[in-house]
């Protein structure tokens, strides 16, 4: 494998301990947090909190270099447009994350630690992907 696909992985694993270290693959945590008028848990508002420092901090230093480590140049958004298709989609997600308590990232960590939450989400996620790519696109 190439350098940049190992920095992939290496990210990813870091990425998922992250998420299993600071208890964010339970889903009864994140709908813990979402629940503001019954069980609220402040938890997720610190670890998002802290990987919004780290990344700020992170994403200023490595765009003071000239090119990234594995590809030639950087890709950054260059549309800022917030249109029907951001905002449906952003709600979509929401509501998805509200129902079932997990989002794509902590969905896939749980799958390691076998999670019957995550057992179905990630099925079910990678068929909207398919029917996204296969309909929409």
């Given at each position: 494998?190439?350098?940049?696909?190992?920095?992939?992985?290496?990210?990813?694993?870091?990425?998922?301990?992250?998420?299993?270290l600071?208890?964010?693959?339970?889903?009864?945590?994140?709908?813990?947090?979402?629940?503001v008028?019954?069980?609220?848990?402040?938890?997720?508002?610190?670890?998002?909190?802290?990987?919004?420092?780290?990344?700020?901090?992170g994403?200023?230093?490595?765009?003071?270099?000239?090119?990234?480590?594995?590809?030639?140049?950087?890709?950054?958004?260059?549309?800022r447009?917030?249109?029907?298709?951001?905002?449906?989609?952003?709600?979509l997600?929401?509501?998805?994350?509200?129902?079932?308590?997990?989002?794509?990232?902590?969905?896939?960590?749980?799958?390691?630690?076998?999670?019957?939450?995550?057992?179905?989400?990630?099925?079910?996620?990678?068929?909207?992907?398919?029917?996204?790519?296969?309909?929409?696109?």
């Amino acid at each position: 494998m190439s350098r940049a696909v190992w920095a992939a992985v290496a990210a990813g694993a870091l990425f998922g301990a992250g998420l299993a270290l600071s208890g964010m693959t339970d889903a009864r945590r994140v709908l813990g947090f979402l629940d503001v008028t019954g069980g609220f848990d402040p938890t997720l508002m610190w670890v998002l909190a802290s990987a919004l420092l780290v990344s700020a901090i992170g994403q200023r230093w490595v765009l003071h270099r000239a090119r990234p480590l594995y590809a030639a140049r950087f890709q950054l958004p260059t549309v800022r447009d917030v249109d029907a298709r951001l905002l449906l989609g952003a709600a979509l997600f929401g509501i998805g994350w509200g129902w079932a308590g997990y989002c794509p990232g902590p969905a896939i960590a749980g799958l390691a630690v076998a999670s019957r939450e995550a057992l179905w989400f990630v099925p079910a996620m990678l068929l909207g992907f398919w029917l996204h790519d296969r309909f929409v696109r």
